[in-house]
């Protein structure tokens, strides 16, 4: 068995090395102010391939490295410069017996206040914490009301400390329609610093990725509903609820265009602009919601995260970790 994962792990950092190489894709250019976000002779580089369907980047600034969840292979990976992707966790996700469903592992991961990991775990149904250097997992939410979650998709934590979290059906083996399920809904939490999870929106189909506002005045949440496939943008209230949403941005005429993908993860800049997943790549807009440009993958594209001084941008897109450098700078750099 050890011979088996030290081959896999030759293969994976073989495929870094020969990837450095390597580009895929463009920028599709929509607006003139989007030059002053990605150089014109920007590319969109392959770091490392070969995944089943890598998600949830998250740089770690002390140490200055990557770390993104393989949900099929319940695995998360570390990659860093000159040296490319080796596991760094296994299981991820779901630590229990027998098969669980073809999404089992982690999906959305951060880099809390304190350092540790924050964890979206599909088998395991909940919301983690581990420090990344001595010591196991604890559970932070797993359920609601007495009820266990579906499946923890992505998260992200207020300068407060408290977490806001999406909960659609991806990681059960049968999806909306597993006999496990014990809550009707697909919601979006908060988990308070006091421990205390309530339910803030009720009424997505498919909520996904979620960011804040430079300010957090605004919360943005993804659905991934090939018929609705939006993003949301909720006031974020003073007791930390939010208020009522509105559409800022709706994919779904691209969708419909047969573009792969729809929308995921997503991050914010410094200057309110927003990079999120969806159909054909990361569409990036103004924080009014004008879509400006697209860093086209060509493939369905999961999620991304600011890196490096914050000005890289590392993209989880299908069987690809990538990046594309910027001139602007992420929220928490």
Not at 110 to 128: A, T, Y
Not at 134 to 154: E, I, Q
């Given at each position: 068995?050890?011979?088996?994962?030290?081959?896999?792990?030759?293969?994976?950092?073989?495929?870094?090395?020969?990837?450095q190489q390597k580009t895929l894709g463009k920028v599709n250019r929509l607006d003139p102010a989007l030059d002053n976000l990605i150089d014109k002779d920007a590319k969109i580089e392959i770091l490392s391939e070969g995944y089943d369907w890598s998600e949830g980047p998250a740089w770690v600034k002390d140490g200055n490295y990557l770390l993104f969840s393989d949900v099929p292979a319940n695995t998360v990976y570390q990659w860093k410069e000159g040296e490319g992707a080796k596991p760094f966790l296994k299981p991820s996700g779901y630590t229990g017996v027998g098969v669980y469903s073809d999404e089992p592992g982690s999906n959305g991961l951060?880099?809390?206040?304190?350092?540790?990991?924050?964890?979206?775990?599909?088998?395991?149904?909940?919301?983690?914490?581990?420090p990344l250097?001595?010591?196991?997992?604890?559970?932070?939410?797993?359920?609601?009301?007495?009820?266990?979650?579906?499946?923890?998709?992505?998260v992200v934590q207020k300068s407060n400390g408290d977490y806001y979290f999406t909960d659609p059906p991806y990681g059960l083996m049968k999806k909306d329609k597993d006999p496990t399920r014990e809550t009707e809904l697909f919601g979006v939490y908060r988990r308070a610093t006091n421990g205390t999870v309530t339910l803030l929106i009720k009424d997505l189909t498919r909520p996904n990725g979620l960011a804040f506002s430079p300010d957090?005045?605004?919360?943005?949440?993804?659905?991934?509903?090939p018929d609705r496939a939006y993003i949301m943008s909720y006031p974020v209230l003073a007791d930390g609820k939010v208020g009522k949403g509105k559409i800022l941005f709706d994919a779904t005429p691209m969708v419909k265009e047969g573009l792969p993908g729809l929308p995921d993860g997503l991050k914010v800049d410094k200057k309110g602009n927003i990079f999120t997943t969806g159909p054909g790549g990361v569409l990036i807009l103004t924080p009014q919601g004008k879509?400006?440009?697209?860093?086209?993958?060509?493939?369905p594209t999961a999620n991304c995260a600011w890196g490096n001084d914050g000005s890289m941008l590392y993209i989880t897109a299908d069987m690809y970790l990538l990046r594309i450098q910027t001139?602007?700078?992420?929220v928490g750099f």
């Open positions: 068995m050890k011979t088996l994962v030290l081959f896999a792990s030759i293969i994976t950092m073989s495929y870094t090395a020969t990837a951060i880099i809390n206040k304190e350092g540790m990991l924050v964890s979206c775990e599909h088998g395991d149904r909940r919301i983690s914490v581990m250097t001595v010591g196991g997992k604890r559970t932070l939410a797993d359920n609601y009301a007495g009820k266990r979650f579906n499946s923890p998709n992505d957090e005045k605004t919360l943005y949440v993804a659905q991934s509903d879509l400006i440009g697209r860093i086209e993958t060509g493939v001139k602007t700078v992420g």
